[in-house]
């Protein structure tokens, strides 16, 4: 019996430069597997948008630009669902002190709704503290809604 | 394809027509320059027309609502045009949609001023 190609296991994994052209780079990247794996055109943009949110807070908030530093970027999916890891080599910071941007005080401010976009648009999301330094994010699209 | 701006006077409305990507960089830093053009000029009544917007992240929106609260501290009105689905999905989960006044149809935006 033939394979579907839907269901072949796919990863790819990039150590990317800190730079804004990186987030396009990782963008298409996922979005390219995310099509491999049979996501519709709803489910693509919200992936699209969470890998973008994903690498800014890599590039510009973790890293800080530095050209030293890279982000390292996978993604790969089976047959159940598309997995992003995302991680950066900055100082890290205190997720409690992520402010609720639906907050009445907060929804006038020009910054931090990048988190909540991704919460929104994956099915589920992890933050974590790598042990050498930086932050990993994890984001899962299933293939199937459960 | 980055952000293209352009502007049009409608009566003392200033409209300006917004296509492509507003994300960080390029597109939302354009979008800032030319708000802030037009504040300094004393423009008071400003129509974002975003039909042709394809793509917007959380940059953009903040752009947006920083357009919106300069323009609004400067004694003036910023209002927003033809909200394709993406953008109004948007603008709806991040509880914005309400902040904004949104119109669907040009020459009511323009009345509405």
Redesign the interface.
């Known amino acids: 019996m033939r394979e579907n190609k839907h269901d072949v296991p796919e990863t790819v994994e990039r150590y990317l430069d800190s730079t804004l052209d990186s987030v396009d780079s990782a963008e298409e990247l996922a979005l390219g597997v995310a099509q491999r794996a049979g996501f519709d055109e709803d489910d693509l943009m919200k992936i699209g948008m969470a890998v973008r949110e994903s690498m800014v807070n890599a590039v510009v908030h973790g890293n800080r630009y530095n050209s030293h530093k890279k982000v390292r970027f996978s993604v790969g999916h089976n047959s159940e669902r598309l997995t992003l890891r995302i991680a950066d080599e900055g100082e890290g910071f205190d997720f409690a002190t992520i402010p609720d941007p639906l907050a009445p005080e907060n929804l006038l401010r020009t910054s931090g709704r990048g988190i909540f976009l991704i919460r929104s648009f994956m099915d589920e999301f992890e933050m974590r503290h790598l042990d050498l330094g930086g932050t990993e994010l994890t984001l899962v699209k299933y293939l199937v809604s459960k | 394809m980055s952000v293209k701006l352009s502007t049009r006077q409608v009566g003392d409305v200033t409209v300006v027509d917004v296509a492509g990507r507003i ?3 390029e597109g939302s830093s354009a979008l800032r320059d030319a708000l802030r053009d037009m504040v300094s000029k004393s423009q008071k009544k400003i129509l974002l027309n975003l039909g042709e917007v394809s793509y917007i ?3 953009g ?3 947006l ?2 357009g ?2 300069t323009v609004a501290n400067s004694g003036g009105q910023l209002k927003l045009l033809n909200l394709n689905k ?1 953008v109004k999905d ?1 603008l709806q ?4 949609y309400t ?1 904004f006044d949104v119109h669907e149809d040009e020459a009511g935006a323009i009345r509405s001023f």
């Open positions: 994300t960080l960089g992240d959380s940059s929106i903040g752009e609502v920083s919106f609260t993406r948007l989960i991040t509880k914005l902040v």
